[in-house]
């Protein structure tokens, strides 16, 4: 982006998504196309309701994930919220939740009166355990929620054998994994809801929006009660059960912007050539890392394929380089000129909300207390374990030419320069 000289006259942050490493990416994310979408869709006074770009989206996006049903919504934190109050969640439950994601992939449960119960991450995918799922049962699951954590995907086998054997419903956040597969199948149309963020730092952004997925009536039914209010009259319900409640719904209203998924439509279209240059990249970067002391890829399982590529996290063993901790050799990456990072977020069971807990609806009635334990520093071994040790290198999306051996060169000075020191 180019920023003007004069300093803004009031705060302001930007979370549209611009070159991770400039020098080395070509990439544009928002273009002349996008830009007449919206002019000619406000000509048309286009601005509210389901308007035909955000029913032909909403249609291209059943089809795509082969799904019978699909609603849109102004983010993805109420995508999620509409997934949890499809499938039932409400006060005194619980849902498991990955420690390791973004606070909103949980955060709208709360709301709904439930309580999250976090989970360990596999350390070599940095995905939900499936086996540390299944320590967390309780009568009280109401909902399993597993996040295609930076693109790549979780063990989707074994988490649906769990629901097939305990009936618990598993809602699939897509927001880092736009277009990721496992087997054959898109995520998001494994579990038995999706929900995708489209904010602007996604692979797919409307700037502001958000996508619920299903093949369950009644979950999507539900779904748009929450949050459709005098959209559905008729148009997307297909059963009779709610059909006393329409065209108002519950009187939520978390419909989607028109001129979101008038952006939408046209990154769509982008999504897949995005994917193959960002997974060349990522995969001739992990490829070479063999070559380079103490740095290794994330594993992804037998048949997943990885989408949206939304960080680019690998794993560093101090073991294997003389002890050196991951946050110097971090540096040493960075003066090399490469903009890598630690874990752009936190493990959730650390955020002082879930460590100590918070009088959501006051008078001690919320999810986090009451009989709320909390959390502590130890609670997640596996996961505070792995997360000390990840490097997160700039995800290019329409890399230069010898971009990824650039990269790989600069780690390998960076190492070097650490095992001399
Ligand atoms: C994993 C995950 N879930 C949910 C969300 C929430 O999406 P939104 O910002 O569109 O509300 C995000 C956003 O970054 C996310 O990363």
Redesign the pocket.
């Known amino acids: 982006m180019k920023q003007s000289k004069e300093e803004p006259k009031i705060p302001v942050f930007i979370q549209t998504a611009f070159p991770a490493q400039p020098d080395l990416d070509n990439w544009k994310q928002i273009g002349e196309e996008e830009a007449r979408i919206v002019y000619e869709m406000t000509l048309r006074n286009e601005l509210s309701g389901g308007t035909p770009v955000v029913r032909e989206f909403e249609k291209s996006w059943r089809e795509w994930l082969k799904v019978k049903y699909a609603i849109s919504t102004f983010?993805?934190?109420?995508?999620?919220y509409c997934s949890y109050f499809g499938v039932g969640v409400g006060p005194g439950d619980e849902i498991i939740c990955p420690t390791y994601?973004?606070i909103?992939?949980i955060a709208p449960a709360l709301f709904l009166g439930a309580r999250p119960v976090f989970a360990e991450c596999d350390p070599e995918t940095l995905q939900i355990d499936a086996e540390d799922i299944r320590r967390k049962i309780t009568p009280k699951t109401r909902a399993i929620v597993v996040?295609h954590?930076w693109g790549n995907v979780c063990d989707m086998d074994r988490i649906m054998e769990i629901s097939r054997e305990t009936g618990i419903p598993i809602i699939e956040?897509c927001?880092?994994a736009h277009g990721a597969r496992y087997k054959g199948e898109m995520v998001g149309a494994i579990g038995q809801v999706g929900?995708w963020?489209?904010?602007g730092?996604?692979a797919l952004s409307a700037g502001?929006?958000?996508m619920v997925a299903t093949n369950d009536a009644e979950i999507f039914e539900r779904a748009c009660l929450a949050g459709q209010v005098n959209r559905l009259g008729g148009i997307d319900l297909s059963t009779e059960k709610y059909a006393d409640l329409q065209p108002l719904g519950l009187g939520m209203k978390f419909r989607a912007h028109p001129l979101g998924m008038g952006i939408a439509t046209v990154q769509f279209k982008k999504l897949p050539a995005l994917n193959s240059r960002r997974k060349n990249y990522v995969e001739t970067v992990e490829d070479q890392l063999k070559d380079i002391p103490g740095l290794s890829p994330l594993k992804v399982y037998p048949g997943a394929e990885r989408g949206g590529y939304?960080a680019f996290p690998i794993i560093h063993d101090p073991n294997k380089n003389k002890g050196i901790p991951t946050a110097t050799l971090i540096k040493l990456i960075q003066e090399e000129g490469l903009n890598a990072s630690a874990s752009p977020y936190g493990l959730l069971h650390g955020l002082k909300l879930f460590a100590k807990g918070f009088d959501i609806f006051t008078h001690e009635r919320g999810p986090l207390s009451g009989d709320y334990q909390g959390y502590q520093e130890g609670d997640f071994p596996v996961t505070e374990a792995i997360f000390q040790r990840l490097i997160f290198l700039p995800v290019l999306s329409d890399p230069v030419p010898g971009a990824a051996e650039k990269v790989v060169e600069m780690l390998k000075r960076a190492v070097n320069k650490a095992l001399k020191e």
Do not use: F, P
């Not at 983010?75 to 999620?80: D, I, V, Y």
């Open positions: 983010n993805g934190t109420s995508a999620l994601t973004w909103c992939t996040v954590l956040d927001s880092h929900a963020s489209m904010q730092s996604k502001e929006g958000g939304y």
